[in-house]
């Protein structure tokens, strides 16, 4: 099983990234999918994930900015990011669970800085 995570990179305060991943391999029958983000010296920490059935979970610092959607025939999900904040500059990786397993994409950074 493979994660193929893009669309990270360097973008002014109030600007808008869109994040993609794409899950690949043996993989079926994903349950969740979901997007959570590593700055330095913290913990990992989700920032939104989405069931198979299209139900969302948002973390408090960004419901109302960020949205996840996912398109299911192509086992990939997405994240898109508007009103971006400096505090959102983080490593973001994407996570998948398929069959009681949990898989992660390698990251992909967000810098957002003027």
């Known amino acids: 099983v493979q994660l193929q995570a893009s669309g990270g990179g360097l973008v002014q305060p109030g600007g808008s990234l869109r994040l993609s991943c794409a899950a690949s391999g043996n993989i079926f029958n994903i349950k969740r999918m979901g997007w959570y983000c590593q700055s330095p010296g913290k913990q990992r920490e989700l920032v939104a994930d989405?069931?198979?059935?299209?139900?969302?979970n948002y973390a408090d610092s960004v419901k109302g900015r960020f949205t996840i959607s996912r398109d299911n025939a192509k086992n990939t999900v997405y994240l898109q990011m508007n009103s971006l904040k400096p505090a959102d500059t983080a490593v973001y990786y994407c996570k998948v669970v398929s069959a009681g397993y949990s898989y992660w994409g390698q990251g992909t950074l967000v810098t957002v800085s003027s």
């Open positions: 989405i069931t198979s059935g299209g139900s969302t």
